[in-house]
């Protein structure tokens, strides 16, 4: 007897636990670094125009396609048409890379939290002391290994009693303590009449837009809203029939775009504040590099609570998303060899922490090591995030526009009530292939410092 397969409690469940995977890393780290770098007010304009047309769109097609098939990646590209098993393959490729060197990241804010709880704001805040840190071996690995072995506990508890009882106990703290330090940040700048960060940020300045302005706010879509890595279509086959997929994709539009707007608003204004808008040119940097000299510029006292509240924001946004990610893992090899989850989840451990040690070791003893001009992480980061991905989602949406049609998602999502956005589908299913194609290029053109005649670079 086929053994049924595990689900969401309801809409909530279901909501929080998508929401809690679109929002991680990507918004509170990637997010803020990217806005700074290109153009700001304009970044964010341009972000939320894509997540609401374009991502939604996506997000809609493949929880349709999870819940539709009621299997993850591998199995649901294989029960819509045999053909199309490799595109799953493809997509599982994704979460299985992304995990292990996402879990290095984590074991970096976890190390974080630890100073700033022991009241070592200045000591972080200090030149070197990130270089120092990641170049460290011992610290790599145990933190690392804490953080994926966080990761595997939850989902070794399952959908209802890991995924979805964490993900409804993390996301609405997350959310509290996001609207708290935004708030502290933007409230502090206006007393001091430092209106320069927040105005940068919120203000659109169309002299900032260029093509690579696109490029990257696309690149971030995928990231943070766990796009076209197989994340959507297993969660979506844990939705229940009754729960409707384009108001759970709203909403959870709207947590990703919310969080991502106030991790923006924490960091931004205060960097400019800090070292002014020079300042924003850290990239990846800034919140290991710069957030804690401007945490320990505060005080003592305050910037070591600021500094450990702000980490722990940041550790449950990477947790929510990294119990996605390896629960996708799972459940793709539990559908595809039918292995009990304990012994998946140990497997899963195991093959994430070696893949993930050269990323955690590229900084340190492996820091010679360069592919394409680039350190292990950041290449494991662009091959996925800049490669595959646009190339799944490509696939994706031919799959949908000319083998099973939009028809059967439209249906899919009419299950649970009226598809009110049917007609933007519609469009956008067929124009997201063209854009994809031009952001895959684009992306490959601006990592390898290509350009068209001026064209690329602004």
Known sequence: MEKKRSSFTGKLGF???????????????????????????????????????????????????????????????QKLNKKCTFIGYLAAIVPAMILPYYS????????YLVVFTTGQADVAAT?????????????????????????????????????????KIMMPILVVLSVGIAAYVCISNALNGDWDG????????????????VVAAMGQLFYSMSLAMGIMITYGSYMKKDVSIESSSHQIEFFDMGVAFLAGLMVVPSVVS?????????????????????FNDMGP???????????????????????????TVVSIIQDKFHIERKLTCLIVLIGAFL?????????????????????????????TNSIIMPIVAILTCIVICYVIKPKAVIEEVEVSGKFHLKKLFNVMIYVAPILLLVILV????????????GFLKF
């Open 355 to 383: 893949i993930g040690l050269p990323s955690a070791l590229g900084f340190g003893v492996w820091s010679g090591v360069s592919l394409l001009g680039m350190d292990i992480l950041t290449f494991v980061d662009f091959v």
């Open 198 to 213: 927040i105005l940068y940020y919120i203000k659109p300045d169309f002299s900032n837009f260029g093509i690579m302005t």
């Open 442 to 453: 684009f992306s490959v053109f601006e990592a390898f410092d290509i350009t068209f005649g």
């Open 127 to 167: 030149d070197g002391y990130f270089e120092g840190f990641t170049a460290s071996t011992g610290q790599s690995i145990l933190f690392f290994s804490i953080f994926l072995a966080i990761t595997a506990v939850v989902v070794l508890f399952g959908v209802e009693k890991g995924v979805e009882k964490v993900s």
């Open 104 to 111: 290095v990241i984590g074991g970096w804010v976890i190390k």
């Open 274 to 294: 800090y070292s002014g808008i020079e300042g924003l040119n850290k990239g990846p940097g800034l919140m290991f590099v710069t957030l804690p000299k401007v």
């Open 301 to 327: 006292v305050t910037g070591n609570i600021v500094g450990a509240v702000f980490f722990v924001l940041v550790l449950f946004a990477a947790l929510t998303s990294s119990i996605s990610l390896m629960e």
């Open 15 to 77: 909501v929080l636990a998508a929401a809690g995977s679109a929002v991680g890393l990507g918004n509170l780290w990637r997010f803020p670094y990217l806005a700074a770098q290109y153009g700001g007010g304009i970044f964010l304009l341009v972000y939320a125009i894509l997540s609401v047309t374009f991502g939604f769109s996506l997000m809609v097609a493949e929880i349709s396609i999870g819940r539709k098939t009621g299997l993850s990646a591998i199995g649901a590209f």
